[in-house]
């Protein structure tokens, strides 16, 4: 779906270094002339001017890093295990907004703030398809948004401390409307089991219009929530 979401494109320039068996190389563009509709943050006019860096470094013979910076919106450090037959991600780091720290745990780790985010929107596309593995083995997520917008509707000044548990994330989420702790299931259509200490019943999210291409249609997920103070 994220194919789908591009349209243009962009002059890039590009460095390899080979000695011996070693290649490194280092990718470099502004992006300008490549458009994307994907939502916020990776949003982009054409004519709009976005530093991109890519850099894959050799490590030895069954290990390689990459390394990824998008502006001042993203950079990511990945270290992958390339000795089978395809390369897979082994350990990484992802921040919104600043540099991450060297991976040094399993999985990919997510980390920053964001000014909004549209979870609705960003679910359709990530999880287009059941029968698809997942973009990246993400382990945990660190993040704070401004303005977050959850089964239609907007959450303010959204903290969120989860964990991947095997097909399941278990978080610890406050905002100006709720304080509490989720578990949430992506699988058959999603499920929602929530405990809320307190919960402000948030407003609707502000409309977004026509359904952007790429994503497809959600239906609400099986919901088990309890609040102690409404």
């Known amino acids: 779906p994220f194919a789908q979401r591009l ?3 962009a002059d890039w320039t590009a460095s390899v270094a080979v000695r011996k068996k070693a290649v490194n190389l280092v990718l470099v563009s502004n992006l300008v002339g490549l458009g994307s509709d994907l939502p916020y943050p990776f949003g982009k006019a054409a004519s709009d001017n976005l530093p991109l860096k890519f850099e894959r470094r050799f490590i030895d013979a069954g290990h390689d890093a990459l390394h990824f910076d998008l502006g001042k919106l993203l950079a990511a450090q990945l270290l992958r295990d390339t000795a089978g037959e395809e390369a897979k991600i082994a350990k990484g780091n992802i921040s919104f907004g600043g540099a991450p720290a060297t991976p040094t745990q399993a999985g990919v780790w997510v980390e920053g703030e964001l000014e909004k985010l549209d ?24 993040l704070r948004v401004k303005a977050l917008d959850f089964l239609g ?8 401390n989860a964990l991947a548990q095997q097909d399941a994330w278990q978080a610890t989420v406050g905002s100006d409307e709720l304080q509490g702790e989720l578990n949430w299931r992506e699988r058959e259509g999603g499920r929602l089991v929530a405990r809320i200490g307190k919960l402000v019943y948030p407003e609707a999210a502000p409309p977004r219009g026509v ?20």
Do not use: C, Y
């Not at 609705?120 to 698809?132: H, K």
């Not at 359904?211 to 409404?230: E, F, S, T």
């Open 7 to 9: 349209k243009g494109g």
């Open 211 to 230: 359904q952007p291409a790429g994503g497809h249609d959600l239906a609400l997920p099986a919901l088990d929530i309890v609040i102690d103070d409404m």
């Open 119 to 142: 979870a609705d929107l960003w679910r359709s596309l990530l999880f287009a398809s059941e029968d698809e593995p997942p973009l990246l083995p993400l382990s945990g997520i660190q």
């Open 153 to 160: 509707r907007r959450l303010n000044n959204f903290k969120m």
